[in-house]
C-alpha cells in the first residue's frame, strides 16, 4: 500500500462542466503523476509533478490542467468536459529504489469518469 | 510505432501451465523495465522489476534482451489467481522518472 487515495472514485458529469479530480498521498513522495488509461491504448500520462508547484505536460495533456500547492495533493482539472475525456484515471508516485537508480510507480485506486 | 509493443491476448491456459508473454520496445535508451499486473477494475500493481541478467521470483521469470529490445515474462504452475491483465513497461525517452507503458496482454487462467 503506497498510501495513496483517489476521489472521487466514481463521476458523472455533463459535457462541458468543470471536473476537479484530486490525488492525495501520505508519504511525501516528490514526484507524481496522472494517467488516463483507455482500451487499446493503455495508460497514458497526461501531467505529471515534481515537486510543488513545478508541473509538467505528458503525452495527453490537451484539455487538462494541474495543480499542486501541497506535496500531498496533486489536482486534475478538466476545464470543461468533454465525450473524448470518459476514462479511468490513474494517479501515480514514484519511488526511488537501488540507491535513486531505479524509480517504481505506484498507483492509487482510480476514478472512473463518463461525460455525457 | 508504438513504444511499448505487447500481444494483447487474451491467452487462456489451464490451470497448471506454464506461459510466456513477450514484449519489445524501441526506446533503446530505456534503462529500467518492468512488468506491472492488472486486475480487472483495478488499479496496476508492481509485479517485478526486469535486469539485463534476467530474475526470478517464486514461479514468475522475466528476462531482458537489450540487443534485441525485447523483454519476456515466463509464469510456470499457472494458478487461477493469475488471471489479470500483464503491462510491459519501461522508462520513457528522456527521462527515467517517466514510464511507458504497453498496452497489456489478458490472461485467463482456466480451472
Known amino acids: 500500500d503506497a498510501g495513496i487515495t483517489q476521489s472521487p472514485r466514481h463521476k458523472v458529469t455533463e459535457t462541458g462542466t468543470p471536473v476537479t479530480l484530486r490525488c492525495h498521498q501520505t508519504?511525501?513522495?516528490?514526484?507524481m503523476y496522472w494517467y488516463r488509461q483507455d482500451p487499446g491504448h493503455g495508460l497514458r500520462l497526461i501531467h505529471y509533478?515534481?515537486?510543488?508547484?513545478?508541473?509538467d505536460k505528458g503525452e495527453v495533456s490537451d484539455g487538462y490542467s494541474v495543480s499542486r500547492s501541497k506535496t500531498e495533493d496533486f489536482l486534475l482539472t478538466l476545464e470543461s468536459a468533454t465525450s473524448s475525456q470518459t476514462s479511468v484515471y490513474f494517479c501515480?508516485?514514484?519511488?526511488?529504489?537501488?540507491?535513486?537508480?531505479?524509480?517504481?510507480?505506484?498507483f492509487g485506486p482510480g476514478t472512473r469518469l463518463t461525460v455525457l | 510505432r508504438k513504444e511499448v509493443e505487447q500481444d494483447p491476448g487474451p491467452f487462456n491456459v489451464p490451470e497448471g501451465a506454464t506461459v510466456a508473454f513477450n514484449c519489445t520496445y524501441s526506446?533503446?535508451?530505456?534503462?529500467?523495465f518492468f512488468w506491472y499486473r492488472q486486475d480487472c477494475r483495478k488499479e496496476p500493481k508492481l509485479l517485478m522489476s526486469?535486469?539485463?541478467s534476467g530474475n526470478e521470483d517464486g514461479r514468475f521469470t522475466a528476462q531482458l534482451n537489450r540487443a534485441s529490445q525485447y523483454i519476456s515474462l515466463l509464469i510456470r504452475d499457472s494458478k487461477l489467481s493469475d488471471s489479470a491483465t500483464y503491462l510491459c513497461?519501461?522508462?520513457?525517452?528522456?527521462?527515467?522518472?517517466?514510464?511507458?507503458f504497453g498496452s497489456g496482454t489478458q490472461l485467463t487462467v482456466l480451472p
Open positions: 501515480a508516485i514514484s519511488v526511488s529504489q537501488f540507491g535513486g537508480t531505479t524509480d517504481t510507480q505506484y
Open positions: 508519504e511525501n513522495h516528490r514526484y
Open positions: 509533478s515534481y515537486g510543488v508547484k513545478d508541473t
Open positions: 526506446n533503446s535508451a530505456s534503462q529500467s
Open positions: 526486469v535486469y539485463s
Open positions: 513497461v519501461v522508462t520513457s525517452t528522456g527521462s527515467a522518472r517517466q514510464l511507458t
